[in-house]
């Protein structure tokens, strides 16, 4: 994958070079979708479709990871509403118009969904405030018209929100090993989102190149991240894990304390993230998040036990008695899992 990380470090001299722009992606709005009858029998009707899909959309942000960015995306039921500046404003087909010539809205959808050749068809159109516009296709079984709504929720974001996009695509190569998609994505994006944001892409990027075997790349994506954003806790994160890895570990300690003083309530956030992937069956993550928080957090048995029943689930049996011998001598009264 070399021309990837050349493109990669191709982008990151660019942005030293200055001259890219800034902005902000701004509201959006889902009006109703439209469904047949057969749909709405279903359970998808009366609004039911829009209030899925804000669901389904949310769900994609809790995947792709809570540091996400973008628009604010409000889907509508009867009445027609849109989120300005972080409050929800019921509207009229008047005010509508008048705050799309403002540009409060600066990407609105609408469409419907339609019965044809023993199937379902969505049809998506996007409209952005500047007047250009896509249309978006998908099909779906008769009896799945959620399918839809999953397909609707990514149309959504990869318009309003390319960089979730990059994150879900990375979550895919974790599976494969293969980080040539999101990396060439992140490149990508490097021209396309506010430089104010560059800290995000930096981050992604250097999570990619880390598990890609190119710790040193990492490293100086994550420093690119501190000198974009000085702020921003996670990146201390993440250069504090990287450096533990590679045994530098006083070093490691002082960006630990480094985050926490940006943002002393952070390793609740990997705990957070720990127990609920523990609860969704997703392992790997589990295990990654658990670890985040016992670096802040050493003396937490109930994290050693949760994070021993992850490992044990993937087999790695070693690891996991580790954990749960972590976890009983902290707590005497917790129970371990038998490996047998």
């Given at each position: 994958?070399?021309?990837?990380?050349?493109?990669?470090?191709?982008?990151?001299?660019?942005?030293?070079?200055?001259?890219?722009?800034?902005?902000?992606?701004?509201?959006?709005?889902?009006?109703?979708?439209?469904?047949?009858?057969?749909?709405?029998?279903?359970?998808?009707?009366?609004?039911?479709?829009?209030?899925?899909?804000?669901?389904?959309?949310?769900?994609?942000?809790?995947?792709?990871?809570?540091?996400?960015i973008g628009a604010s995306v409000q889907t509508t039921t009867d009445d027609l509403s849109v989120t300005v500046n972080g409050t929800g404003v019921s509207l009229t087909m008047i005010k509508i118009m008048a705050y799309r010539e403002l540009g409060l809205i600066r990407m609105e959808f609408s469409?419907?969904?339609?019965?044809?050749?023993?199937?379902?068809?969505?049809?998506?159109?996007?409209?952005?405030?500047?007047?250009?516009?896509?249309?978006?296709?998908?099909?779906?079984?008769?009896?799945?018209?959620?399918?839809?709504?999953?397909?609707?929720?990514?149309?959504?974001?990869?318009?309003?929100?390319?960089?979730?996009?990059?994150?879900?695509?990375?979550?895919?190569?974790?599976?494969?090993?293969?980080?040539?998609?999101?990396?060439?994505?992140?490149?990508?994006?490097?021209?396309?989102?506010?430089?104010?944001?560059?800290?995000?892409?930096?981050?992604?990027?250097?999570?990619?190149?880390?598990?890609?075997?190119?710790?040193?790349?990492?490293?100086?994506?994550?420093?690119?991240?501190?000198?974009?954003?000085?702020?921003?806790?996670?990146?201390?994160?993440?250069?504090?894990?990287?450096?533990?890895?590679?045994?530098?570990?006083?070093?490691?300690?002082?960006?630990?304390?480094?985050?926490?003083?940006?943002?002393?309530?952070?390793?609740?956030?990997?705990?957070?993230?720990?127990?609920?992937?523990?609860?969704?069956?997703?392992?790997?993550?589990?295990?990654?998040?658990?670890?985040?928080?016992?670096?802040?957090?050493?003396?937490?048995?109930?994290?050693?036990?949760?994070?021993?029943?992850?490992?044990?689930?993937?087999?790695?049996?070693?690891?996991?008695?580790?954990?749960?011998?972590?976890?009983?001598?902290?707590?005497?009264?917790?129970?371990?899992?038998?490996?047998?």
């Open positions: 994958m070399p021309d990837l990380y050349s493109l990669l470090m191709g982008a990151f001299a660019l942005l030293a070079a200055g001259g890219l722009f800034g902005g902000n992606v701004g509201s959006v709005l889902v009006q109703p979708i439209d469904v047949p009858a057969h749909v709405a029998e279903q359970g998808y009707g009366n609004g039911m479709f829009n209030q899925l899909l804000q669901r389904e959309i949310d769900r994609i942000y809790f995947v792709a990871g809570a540091d996400y469409g419907g969904v339609i019965q044809r050749d023993g199937g379902l068809v969505l049809v998506l159109t996007g409209r952005r405030s500047d007047g250009q516009q896509k249309v978006f296709t998908h099909t779906a079984k008769l009896d799945d018209p959620y399918a839809l709504v999953r397909d609707a929720a990514r149309d959504v974001i990869r318009s309003v929100d390319p960089y979730e996009e990059a994150k879900l695509q990375f979550e895919a190569d974790k599976v494969s090993g293969d980080f040539s998609k999101s990396l060439a994505m992140i490149a990508d994006l490097f021209l396309r989102m506010p430089s104010e944001d560059f800290h995000y892409l930096y981050n992604l990027a250097g999570r990619a190149l880390e598990l890609s075997g190119h710790p040193n790349e990492a490293l100086a994506a994550y420093r690119k991240a501190l000198e974009s954003s000085p702020n921003y806790a996670i990146t201390y994160s993440n250069v504090a894990l990287l450096l533990d890895e590679q045994g530098h570990g006083e070093e490691a300690r002082r960006y630990d304390r480094a985050a926490l003083q940006l943002d002393p309530k952070l390793y609740q956030f990997f705990r957070r993230w720990a127990d609920a992937y523990q609860f969704d069956g997703e392992d790997a993550r589990c295990v990654y998040n658990f670890s985040r928080f016992l670096r802040y957090v050493k003396d937490d048995a109930s994290a050693y036990f949760g994070m021993g029943a992850c490992l044990t689930r993937l087999g790695r049996t070693q690891e996991a008695q580790a954990a749960f011998a972590r976890a009983n001598a902290l707590n005497h009264d917790l129970q371990t899992f038998s490996l047998q």
